[in-house]
């Protein structure tokens, strides 16, 4: 079985999904709705006519919690909700990597740094939640071997987010 685990509805996050017809669907359940990102996820389900049902028809997309683990055919998927890029923004910590998509972004120095400005709902509310995944994380620094964002590459271990959470 295929999945996918979306960080959140932004068009350039979730667009290759309809490459993967029959794959399992996941994101983070928004506590706080907007319209931008329903109808993001109405597309991604082929909710309505024109948009991408396709052959397989309307997909499920399954809503996670904060919190929740995932055990998809032994593989052990932690999910944590940070909303304020999206008000559905969350990580995966999975296979070693904390997966962050556009909710922090490695910078040229091999540092952290906060969601980006202009295509963000409420950056303050993205550093409070990068400031709780820190203090969530911060004794688990053997199981994070990498910070993985969607737009830069990877950088090395936990240390990066407890740096930029201690500065900030
Ligand atoms: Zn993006
Ligand atoms: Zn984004």
Redesign the pocket.
Known sequence: MKAILFT?S?D??TGGSRAFPGAALYALNPHRRDGAGQSAWNRIQGGRAGTESGAGGRRELRLLEDGEVLDLHGDRIEVFGIPG??YDSCAYLAFGGLFM??SAAGTFNGRMGSAPPF?SVDRKMNQAGLKRLAARLGGRGGEVRYLAF?HQGPIPGLGPLLEWSASH
């Open positions: 959140h932004h350039d996050h890029h999206t998509g556009d295509v969607g």
